[in-house]
T-cell receptor, first 117, second 109 residues
Framework: SAVISQKPSRDICQRGTSLTIQCQVD?????MFWYRQQPGQSLTLIAT?????????ESGFVIDKFPISRPNLTFSTLTVSNLSPEDSSIYLC??????????????FGEGSRLTVL | RKEVEQDPGPFNVPEGATVAFNCTYS??????FFWYRQDCRKEPKLLMS???SGNEDGRFTAQLNRASQYISLLIRDSKLSDSATYLC??????????FGTGTRLLVSP
């Protein structure tokens, strides 16, 4: 298992500003993922954070809006830029090995609850 | 069509009841399947994997029907502590997990 610390746990931001969320893992991991969970909805993968290279973004998510850093194997940040009320959501960092068949255990941070006014 | 579909519920059941959740997935090439549990205002956690032969873990039984692209979770002898949202999760084989919207279960005394 992995212990994941995310911060901030919650924040309230003004529209047009940006928020950076940090994710720290207690061990070195290859794959780190950023998910979004909007109110009443399930988790949607934003991107896979790759160490030493650019993140891989899912359809509908772009680097300008969600820049990601992954400076080493234990740490990543997600920035949500130019905030609008539609960005109000829970953002979750997760780690796990999902590259092969029969793997699917992800460990999640406690999430960062963002409210945009 | 959503990649993973679940009945959102809520399912309201008394303690001791048996309850079943279903899930369908659209990608026939999906490789592996899971049930996660998410408590209110908490992060999701793996409950169990789902194997073709079916598998059981205590009061929980998971079944997979690849032909019908259908997954189920059966909970026997429901406890108050089982109240949560149960997420059906599919590994599509492209190095990512796709989550269903979840089925909410409320177990009452």
């Amino acid at each position: 298992s992995a212990v994941i610390s995310q911060k901030p746990s919650r924040d309230i931001c003004q529209r047009g500003t940006s928020l950076t969320i940090q994710c720290q893992v207690d061990s070195q991991v290859t794959m780190m993922f950023w998910y979004r969970q909007q109110p009443g909805q399930s988790l949607t993968l934003i991107a896979t954070a790759n160490q030493g290279s650019e993140a891989t973004y899912e359809s509908g998510f772009v680097i300008d809006k969600f820049p990601i850093s992954r400076p080493n194997l234990t740490f990543s940040t997600l920035t949500v830029s130019n905030l609008s009320p539609e960005d109000s959501s829970i953002y979750l960092c997760s780690v796990g090995e999902v590259g092969t068949a029969n793997t699917g255990e992800l460990f999640f941070g406690e999430g960062s609850r963002l409210t945009v006014l | 069509r959503k990649e993973v579909e679940q009945d959102p519920g809520p399912f309201n059941v008394p303690e001791g009841a048996t309850v079943a959740f279903n899930c369908t997935y659209s990608n026939s090439a999906s490789q592996s399947f899971f049930w996660y549990r998410q408590d209110c205002r908490k992060e999701p956690k793996l409950l169990m994997s789902v194997y073709s032969s079916g598998n059981e873990d205590g009061r929980f039984t998971a079944q997979l029907n690849r032909a019908s692209q259908y997954i189920s979770l059966l909970i026997r002898d429901s406890k108050l502590s089982d109240s949560a949202t149960y997420l059906c999760v599919v590994n599509t084989g492209f190095q990512k997990l796709v989550f269903g919207t979840g089925t909410r279960l409320l177990v009452s005394p």
